[in-house]
């Protein structure tokens, strides 16, 4: 088991969410829900499905737009009250970086350019600098010798590590994961998992929604439990995973740490 | 042998109203498809509304309120102009169509991938979007010209010259009545074989990384 590092208590909150509120139709999704989160922090989150974790996620880089609520990413501030520019919106993604529980790669595209093309358009560097950096973050995840595959002809968890190595080229502040592991073969997830442990080991901030508690207790350095659109419960992983405090996440963990 | 040459003379008066048109359609066809996305309700309905009438006229009714109608009292044009107007409208109408079950067979994922990644919306549209439509559509494209080919021969009727026409007038003329119709018919089978076989060169061409 490796040491959980706490980032330092001065670090400074890279993302605030003050009573965010999602509402479709008569379900409520998310209820006011508030969260923090500080430079350095992996912050992961549990929950049932439909317990609001996803759209949370979600709404972080505005996939999901609130009803209300306010958004303060690395210190660009949006109130849901007023219509978001798309100025705003585009600033605010350049400084998050997502990966999908399904990869969404760019099928028409070789994986060199699936995680160079973006760089071009959204930074505006060249190929040559573009195919430089996607290299080197191709290496990193393990992938040199894929890069001129095309993602079809790849495994799910050869397809995630591209997914993170496209969002890692644009040089976000925060990584956002929904659920990285759900679609991959509990093998090759391991995959994934230890390229998203080296990037927390390497200073991310990271926000992780998943099932994978022993990673969320490894890795993690505060767990967050949601159930029908609020937080429940949240605290140091591993105190909260041997002994949570509500019945209702005691009943979420016990089903998911005893199978 | 006559009857043939006349017709053969006829083919590139019938490509030039078919391909002309087919290119018209192809780009006016992109602001319907656009406008029946967008999220504004009134230009949705209307985009909605000029499709079906484009595709709800019988084609050679569509040309003759332009040729004799519009023409006459508006403005004077010659058939061919006419023809091709009328036909690319009509086939603006099919394509928009087409066009939409292209972007709506590209999986969500691909667009929230894109807005995630802080793409503009014009590059998701023209480097990821349209490209993987694109790919989705050639087929129903290429259907749709070789119906477009067949369907010019009612311009014929506004007296332009293509092969229905020489046609007609071959067989008028010689009181010949099974050969010419015949040949006609040859022609149409020969000059529609390729763009069939085009388009599946064109479709396994594009079908990324399938093979490997």
């Known amino acids: 088991m490796t040491e959980q590092q706490q980032p330092p208590a001065s670090a400074e909150t890279i993302l605030r969410l003050r009573d965010i509120r999602k509402v479709y139709g008569d379900h409520v999704a998310l209820g006011d829900v508030s969260l923090d989160v500080k430079r350095g922090e992996v912050l992961a989150i549990i929950g049932p499905s439909g317990s609001g974790k996803s759209t949370l996620l979600r709404c972080v880089n505005q996939l999901e737009v609130p009803d209300s609520g306010t958004l303060e990413v690395v210190g660009s501030n949006i109130d849901f009250a007023t219509r978001v520019s798309a100025a705003d919106l585009l600033g605010l993604r350049r400084q998050v970086g997502m990966v999908f529980q399904s990869f969404n790669l760019f099928p028409h595209m070789s994986v060199l350019r699936n995680v160079s093309f973006p760089q071009e358009r959204v930074l505006g560097r060249s190929r040559d600098e573009a195919d430089k950096v996607s290299k080197e973050l191709l290496e990193r995840v393990g992938l040199a010798d894929k890069m001129q595959n095309f993602p079809q002809t790849c495994s799910g968890g050869q397809q995630q590590r591209v997914a993170i190595a496209r969002a890692l080229a644009l040089e976000p502040q925060i990584m956002l994961f929904d659920e990285p592991t759900s679609a991959i073969d509990p093998e090759l997830g391991l995959e994934v998992l230890s390229v998203m442990r080296q990037l927390a080991d390497a200073g991310m901030t990271m926000v992780v929604v998943t099932h994978e508690i022993h990673f969320a207790a490894e890795v993690a350095d505060r767990l967050v439990v949601m159930a029908d659109g609020l937080i429940i419960e949240e605290g140091l992983p591993r105190e909260l995973i041997a002994s949570p405090s509500t019945a209702r996440a005691k009943q979420f963990l016990s089903a998911i740490t005893d199978r | 042998m006559e009857f043939f040459l006349a017709i053969l003379s006829a083919v590139p008066t019938t490509l030039l109203v078919t391909f002309v048109s087919f290119a018209l359609g192809a780009v006016i066809a992109l602001p319907l498809v656009a406008g029946r996305r967008t999220r504004f309700a009134i230009v949705r309905l209307l985009s909605k509304g000029v499709i079906d009438i484009l595709r709800g006229v019988p084609p050679v009714l569509f040309v003759f309120i332009l040729f004799f109608g519009v023409g006459s009292d508006l403005i004077r044009w010659e058939p061919i102009p006419a023809a091709i107007v009328g036909l690319g409208l009509i086939s603006a109408g099919h394509l928009a169509e087409i066009y939409r079950g292209g972007l709506m067979a590209v999986h969500a994922g691909q667009f929230e991938a894109s807005a995630a990644l802080g793409l503009t919306r014009t590059a998701t549209f023209s480097r990821v979007v349209g490209p993987q439509a694109f790919r ?32 007609n007038q071959s067989a008028r003329s010689t009181g010949e009545g099974l050969l010419p119709f015949i040949i006609a018919a040859a022609v149409y089978i020969a000059l529609g074989t390729p763009f069939a076989a085009f388009s599946r060169w064109l479709e396994k061409k594009l079908s990324f990384g399938r093979r490997a």
């Open chain 2, 136 to 167: 989705v559509v050639i087929p129903g494209m290429a259907t749709w010209l070789i119906s477009l080919l067949k369907e010019s021969s009612i311009v014929s009727t506004i007296g332009v010259a293509e092969i229905m026409f020489v046609t």
